[in-house]
C-alpha cells in the first residue's frame, strides 16, 4: 500500500491570494479493487494546517462522466494537534445517478461506492481548494470469481430444490416395500389363530356333549 502526500506549506503568499485553508491531502491507495455488486472504499485523509473557521469545499470527480460526482462543503471541525479533523460539521450533494450508491465521510473525506458495476472502473478524484489541491485513485471492477470444480460436483439451485422430494419418494417407496412385506405375515398369523380358536371351540362342545 502506498501513501502519498499532496501538502501546501503556509506562507504569507497565500494570504494575498485568498487561500487561508492550506491543507494536506493523503492518499492511503492509488490503486483499488471491487467486484460487482460489493462495495469499495477510496480512503483519503486530510489534514488542516491552521485552525478551520471557514467552510471549505471539496469533491470527488469520476473521469468517465460530464459532471461532478459529489460536492461537498465543511462547516466546521473539530481538530487534533496534529490538524486532522476529529468531527466535522457540513453536507454534501451527490449526482442523481448516484445518489443511492455513495457516502462521503466528512471527517477524511473518503468515498463509499457501493453496488459496484462493471462501468464504475476508472480513475476517481478528490479536489480541494477549488482544484488547487487533489489526488486521484484507480478503481478496477471485476466479476466475481466462479468455481472451476468439475461440473459433476456442482449442485445447481434447481437441482438442490429437487432433493426433498427425490428423498421423499424414496422414503414412501421403501415404506410401501415394507408393508407388503409385512401384511402376508400378518394375514397368516391372523388366520392361525382363527383356525386354532375354531378348534378349541370345537373339543369344548364335544367335551361338554360327552357320550351318549
Not at 483499488?32 to 471549505?56: A, K
Not at 455513495?102 to 477524511?108: A, I, R
Not at 488547487?132 to 456442482?154: A, C, G, Y
Request: aromatic residues 10%; proline residues 7%.
Amino acid at each position: 500500500m502506498k501513501l502519498h502526500r499532496s501538502c501546501w506549506s503556509f506562507c504569507p503568499i497565500f494570504l494575498l491570494v485568498g487561500f487561508s485553508q492550506p491543507v494536506c491531502i493523503e492518499l492511503h491507495q492509488d490503486a483499488i479493487n471491487g467486484t460487482i455488486g460489493e462495495s469499495v472504499l477510496l480512503p483519503v485523509s486530510y489534514r488542516l494546517q491552521i485552525p478551520f473557521d471557514n467552510p471549505l469545499p471539496f469533491s470527488w470527480n469520476f473521469i468517465n462522466i460530464p459532471h461532478i460526482l459529489v460536492t461537498c462543503t465543511l462547516t466546521n471541525c473539530s481538530l487534533n494537534t496534529k490538524g486532522i479533523p476529529t468531527s466535522c460539521s457540513g453536507k454534501y450533494f451527490v449526482h442523481p445517478t448516484y445518489q443511492s450508491r455513495v457516502t462521503v465521510f466528512l471527517e477524511n473525506a473518503s468515498l463509499l461506492l457501493q453496488s459496484l458495476q462493471l462501468n464504475d472502473s476508472g480513475v476517481y478524484s478528490v479536489i480541494f481548494m477549488g482544484g488547487k489541491q487533489s489526488r486521484n485513485i484507480t478503481l478496477t471492477v471485476s466479476v466475481p470469481h466462479l468455481d472451476n470444480r468439475s461440473p459433476e460436483f456442482n449442485i445447481s439451485s434447481e437441482d438442490t430444490a429437487v432433493l426433498p422430494s427425490y428423498q421423499i419418494g424414496i422414503i414412501a417407496g421403501g415404506s410401501v416395500g415394507l408393508l407388503f412385506l409385512v401384511l402376508p405375515l400378518f394375514c397368516y398369523k391372523s388366520y392361525r389363530g382363527a383356525v386354532q380358536l375354531q378348534k378349541n371351540r370345537t373339543v369344548r362342545q364335544e367335551q361338554t356333549q360327552g357320550p351318549k
